[in-house]
């Protein structure tokens, strides 16, 4: 601290802040309107604090604070002194979120004098942000003339006023008719840009995953019943960590152990424990006493670097979560969802989601990325959904109105009239969009000059065979099975997973449909799998190379596909084969379990066909051999084109960077599907781009016959190919070759506009 030239007398002032909270209380029971409270509010906190000034500064937006109520400075300053965040003493204080403590504040760092407040003749500064768990609602202040130094007594008092004040604010204590001036923020709109993840759109209302706690009392009358509260709800916290070590499958798995047993640790923490008794101790109710611990850590988050310092802290926030449930008697999502449920969350595990299932319209998450297991199931259920929307959750109350745009990435909460009237109207027609695709789905996908192409689609959960009936795909073309691995907790047992792949069958009713083995590896983690180091998972031991090395598992699996067929035809598919030995040594192993199964007297599949992903361009260049013994090739164009760009199918910064429409990639192609036509070998596209219309029909055009794709994207495939001329669109596609283009995606783009084609 500086201290210039005035004299600082240290005080050795305490607060009484029971007494404090106490009137804050009182004043929070009184009738009035929200400003004649925030000028109570001061009074009281300057009197009892016995400073000259009090003044409470709140966010208008993200980025401004105002000055809303104040004993001391200016009454006229109030409304109409804004700082940004960051600017002066004040957004000093909101930006560290930390306190800022001065004799001398005209000389403290960033100082910045407003001149129609009066303050000059004021030395002695106290600041402390109003936060609650860990966003920044505004800043409360006290002043002195007397050059004093406050005490930590009297910081914490404050702190804890601060506290108070910000539950205040998030019960809408100083809202209310007359009250606009001091809205708090989660009442104006926010607009979240975030990653598309799953497409579609939707309006509705927010359900907060983890409902947002709000201490209806913020002030303890009987600190020794909020202690005992506190005391039973961290014995019930220890309790579900405990319970969460007996379950017999984490007793063998190291990692979740040890993050547990960190868990129990930190939980029976002293010091942890004693911060939140202290805060009972001053006045503020078990609740509250939790958010500020919180509220803490997550302040710290935001400072410290070290990422193993910040997974510990991770772990806290989430324990005063938890701790935060047990006090307020609520556990787990609520049941009762709203019809037009959106939900909005930090992030959520598979089978959370799975749980709540299609009750969902759309779901906004905080963090997440493209691969992670919740997108795969917002996929599988066709629910729209964006991710990396910063800040969401903080902004977001349950019951308030969200729009969704899972095209966009984007999300509109609490929308002003006109954007969500443009909303309605792209509602509107995706809706007649949706009505098209219906009365196409009994037609097949003929192009005008009669070339026919098979459209199937992907899955991966039980959730998304429903839409096999509806969507119009022809089968199931890529049967991802490590998806019902991963959203488990435990690994299924062969017996269970017999009857699953039964159960895929029956929903399939004599489609067909092609299951592909286990394609797990260092990102995709089996539950009992110890999670592997490697520098680049994608190209490391994943899929077939995994599965090769730990034949008990793909034993197990085929096993499993050869009973659930009960004598039905069966495909089976191995993923990421970058050599022959690899699919020769997988496809022995298929024959040699139905050697073995027809020794015990098994019922076999009617017909087995035995295939291979190229996903690696080395396949591509497989002795003829390979392609004689293979029953059917499938190209994961997702893992191909990232291995043929060498760019990261999961990096943003280099994703699209690439064009599937480069004549590079098309040239590619068109190789695979000459070796396959040279040998007679069935050949498919099941990569993302075969469900995008124009890359679809560019994969037609130079010879793909077979595409399997989301069933939300067959709908607007058919229509296209229905609509063109495949061989006219080979034409545009050689010109624009011949005359050097690097991608053929303007040319084709330029004929489809002229055609008029639906896109
Ligand atoms: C692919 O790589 O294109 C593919 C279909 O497999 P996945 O997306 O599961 O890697
Ligand atoms: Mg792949």
Redesign the pocket.
């Known amino acids: 601290m500086r201290q210039g030239e005035v004299r600082v007398v240290p005080s050795g002032k305490g607060v009484d802040s029971r007494e404090l909270l106490k009137r804050l209380a009182a004043v929070m029971a009184e009738p009035g309107t929200g400003q004649e409270r925030l000028d109570r509010i001061v009074d009281v906190i300057a009197t009892s604090m016995e400073t000259e000034v009090c003044s409470v500064y709140l966010k208008r937006d993200a980025q401004t604070l105002e000055l809303c109520a104040t004993r001391g400075l200016r009454p006229e300053s109030v409304h109409a002194v804004r700082l940004k965040v960051g600017q002066g003493l004040v957004g000093r204080i909101a930006e560290e979120v930390a306190p800022i403590n001065t004799a001398d504040a005209p000389h403290e760092k960033g100082f910045r004098y407003l001149a129609e407040t009066g303050e000059e003749v004021y030395s002695a500064f106290l600041g402390v942000p109003i936060q609650r768990l860990g966003e920044v609602l505004g800043v409360l202040v006290v002043q002195t003339a007397e050059a004093r130094q406050f005490s930590e007594d009297e910081v914490h008092g404050l702190e804890v006023v601060a506290m108070v004040v910000a539950e205040m604010t998030e019960l809408g204590t100083f809202t209310g008719p007359g009250a606009m001036e001091v809205a708090a923020t989660h009442r104006l709109p926010f607009f979240a840009r975030g990653i598309p993840a799953q497409e579609g759109a939707a309006m509705g209302t927010v359900v907060l995953h983890e409902p947002n706690i709000v201490a209806k009392v913020p002030v303890a009358e009987d600190p020794e019943a909020e202690r005992e509260r506190l005391g039973a709800a961290l014995a019930a916290l220890r309790a579900e960590i405990d319970g969460m070590l007996d379950d017999d499958l984490l007793k063998t798995s190291g990692e979740h152990r040890e993050v547990l047993e960190t868990y129990r640790l930190l939980a029976s923490d002293r010091g942890w424990l004693r911060r939140m008794e202290e805060n009972i101790a001053s006045g503020l109710s078990a609740i509250l006493a939790v958010e500020k611990e919180q509220s803490e850590t997550r302040a710290r988050m935001e400072r410290v670097q070290d990422p193993y310092l910040r997974e510990r802290l991770h772990d806290l926030d989430d324990l005063a979560r938890r701790l935060l449930r047990h006090l307020a008697g609520a556990d787990g999502p609520s049941r009762d969802l709203p019809e037009d449920a959106i939900l909005v969350a930090r992030n959520i595990g598979p089978a959370e989601l799975l749980d709540y299932g299609r009750a969902l319209k759309g779901i906004v998450l905080e963090e997440g990325s493209v691969g992670s297991h919740a997108a795969i199931v917002a996929r599988a259920l066709a629910i729209p959904l964006v991710i990396q929307a910063a800040r969401v959750t903080r902004e977001a109350q349950n019951g308030d109105l969200i729009l969704v745009d899972g095209d966009e990435g984007v999300a509109h909460l609490r929308p002003e009239e006109n954007v969500r009237r443009a909303f309605e109207e792209k509602l509107a027609m995706r809706a007649e969009a949706q009505k098209a695709y219906a009365a196409l789905r009994d037609l097949p996908a003929l192009t005008r000059d009669g070339q026919r192409v098979a459209l199937y689609m992907?899955a991966g959960l039980m959730a998304d065979l429903p839409s096999l009936p509806h969507c119009g795909a022809e089968g199931v073309g890529?049967y991802?099975t490590e998806l019902q691995f991963l959203v488990r907790s435990k690994v299924p047992r062969r017996g269970d997973q017999a009857e699953f792949y039964a159960r895929v069958l029956d929903a399939a009713r004599g489609k067909r449909v092609i299951f592909r083995t286990l394609?797990i590896g260092s990102d995709k983690v089996l539950p009992n799998m110890k999670r592997q180091d490697e520098p680049n998972p994608a190209m490391g031991w994943r899929a077939i190379r995994l599965t090769l090395d730990r034949r008990g598992v793909m034993r197990m699996q085929i096993q499993a596909l050869l009973r659930g067929a009960k004598g039905r035809p069966l495909s089976i598919m191995f993923?990421f084969v970058a050599q022959m030995e690899e699919f020769e040594r997988g496809r022995d192993m298929v024959l040699g379990e139905v050697a073995a199964e027809r020794a015990l007297g098994h019922t076999l599949p009617e017909t087995l066909q035995i295939g291979a992903?190229l996903?690696t361009p080395s396949l591509a260049f497989a002795p003829d051999r390979f392609f004689r013994i293979t029953d059917f090739i499938s190209i994961?164009?997702?893992?191909?084109k990232q291995f043929f760009f060498a760019a990261d199918r999961e990096n943003e910064r280099v994703r699209r960077r690439y064009d599937t429409l480069n004549t590079s990639f098309l040239d590619f192609i068109a190789m695979i599907i000459r070796r396959c036509a040279e040998h007679g070998t069935p050949l498919s596209f099941?990569?993302?781009d075969a469900g995008r219309p124009v890359e679809a029909l560019a994969l037609c055009a130079v010879g793909i016959r077979t595409l399997s794709m989301r069933p939300a994207a067959i709908g607007p495939v058919k229509r296209l190919l229905r609509a063109i001329d495949l061989s006219e669109a080979r034409g545009v596609i050689d010109a624009a070759r011949a005359e050097g283009a690097m991608s053929v995606r303007p040319a084709l783009m330029r004929w489809l506009r002229e055609i008029e084609a639906p896109l």
């Open positions: 992907n890529l991802r394609d993923p992903m996903e994961g164009g997702n893992d191909l099941c990569g993302e």
